[in-house]
């Protein structure tokens, strides 16, 4: 079964910094665009980062630019995203997801997502 499992998030005080995790599990993902998006409560899911199956291009939603940092593991298989100088409004369950094939990524066009780790930052 082909899951993508996201580890790293938590409670954390405004202007802190925490780290998410996605690990692939039954299928390589080495290959595949690799994102991230989020979704805040009453409100619909949106894009926060992207990274290329190679690594070379990033791509960032306006409201994280400069605070957050996606990157792939060696193996390219995993994908993080590291949180820096995080506001209230960062407060969702972010979402890993994996595209074979699309550029910019689109929730639209995702083939995998994981279940979700919840991010909370509070004022």
């Known amino acids: 079964q082909v899951q993508l499992v996201e580890s790293g998030g938590g409670l954390v005080q405004a202007g802190g910094s925490l780290r998410l995790a996605c690990a692939p599990s039954?299928?390589?993902?080495?290959?595949?665009?690799m994102g991230w998006f989020r979704q805040a409560p009453g409100k619909e899911r949106e894009f926060v980062a992207a990274i290329s199956w190679a690594g070379g291009t990033t791509d960032y939603a306006d409201s994280v630019k400069g605070r957050f940092t996606i990157s792939r593991g060696n193996t390219k298989n995993t994908v993080y995203l590291q949180m820096n100088s995080l506001k209230p409004e960062d407060t969702a369950v972010y979402y890993c997801?994996?595209?074979?094939?699309?550029?910019?990524?689109?929730?639209?066009?995702?083939?995998?997502w994981g279940k979700g780790t919840l991010v909370t930052v509070s004022s």
């Open positions: 039954g299928h390589t993902f080495s290959t595949y665009v």
């Open positions: 997801a994996a595209d074979l094939s699309s550029w910019p990524l689109s929730a639209n066009g995702v083939d995998y």
